[in-house]
């Protein structure tokens, strides 16, 4: 995990070449390497880990966040590698796009919070990932778009993905 923290990128790799390295070790708080890549947002440690073939990608955190929900939660548009990292996490073959944290909200609820539409466009793209599954509060993304005053993401979100609404 100290590589990771540097930003030790050949530590890293040289690492995962051996047999015996667990890519899944988690930390106190439940954060394996590559929920730790997500959030130093190091975009080459995120590819290097995803191409090793035990990396669990859908591997939960203490919060049940998964690396693909924590880079929705924390990397908005105006992070400098968010688009890169969404798009190899998006683009592996394991992952799971319509994965719920324990609040009960999805990658699209937190892409809505943080008005992500390039990640919204990402995701429209999983047949399971669903318009209006609300959190644990009753908040669905549409009601968040609402509430974020966002009509322009409503709006997207009716046309665009699937209508599991009542």
């Known amino acids: 995990m100290v590589a ?3 930003r030790q990128h050949e530590i890293l790799q040289s690492l995962l070449c051996d047999p015996h390295t667990n890519v899944n070790v ?5 954060h394996t ?5 997500v959030i130093y947002d190091d975009v080459t440690a995120v590819e290097v880990l995803l191409k090793h073939k035990n990396v669990n990608i859908n591997a939960r955190d203490s919060n049940g966040d998964t690396a ?4 929705a939660k924390i990397h908005g548009c105006d992070q400098p590698n968010s688009n890169r990292i969404l798009d190899s996490l998006l683009s592996h073959k394991d992952i799971r796009a319509e994965s719920l944290d324990y609040s009960g909200r999805s990658a699209l609820w937190h892409a809505v919070n943080t008005c992500n539409c390039q990640l919204l466009c990402l995701l429209a ?3 399971r990932v669903q318009t ?35």
């Not at 390497?33 to 890549?37: G, I, Q, V």
């Not at 693909?68 to 880079?71: E, N, Q, S, T, Y």
């Not at 009753?138 to 209508?163: C, E, H, K, M, Y």
């Open 132 to 166: 209006n599954v609300p959190d644990h509060q009753g908040v669905s993304p549409l009601a968040r778009a609402v509430i974020r005053r966002r009509l322009d993401i409503f709006n997207w979100l009716l046309a665009t993905l699937p209508r599991d609404i009542a």
């Open 68 to 71: 693909l929900l924590l880079a």
């Open 26 to 30: 988690a930390d106190k708080s439940g």
């Open 125 to 127: 793209k999983f047949p």
């Open 4 to 6: 990771m923290e540097y």
């Open 33 to 37: 390497l590559l929920h730790l890549a």
